[in-house]
């Protein structure tokens, strides 16, 4: 974890666990926040990533997984990470 002392940009990478793409962005993170866990809402709430207790996972990879795999897109879903806001 990486806890900010002070409120400022950091660059981030979240990467997908299934298809090893990341996406490496400049966030906002308050003071006293983590900024992977910053980075990690960004990718849930506005990209449609799946993060879960043990997986980042792109849209594009759980879509695929949903339709091949819904055993296991079910398991990942019910350990899926929730957001404050």
Not at 15 to 30: A, G, K, L, M, N
Not at 31 to 41: E, F, K, Y
Not at 45 to 51: K, L, R, S, Y
């Amino acid at each position: 974890m990486a806890i900010q002392e002070e409120t400022g940009p950091v660059l981030v990478t979240v990467f997908c666990d299934d298809c090893e793409t990341t996406v490496t962005r400049d966030y906002i993170v308050p003071a006293g926040t983590d900024s992977l866990t910053v980075a990690r809402r960004v990718m849930a709430t506005q990209d449609g990533w799946m993060i879960s207790a043990r997986d980042d996972i792109c849209a594009e990879c759980f879509t695929l997984l949903e339709k091949n795999d819904p055993e296991a897109a079910a398991a990942i879903r019910a350990t899926e990470r929730t957001w404050d806001s």
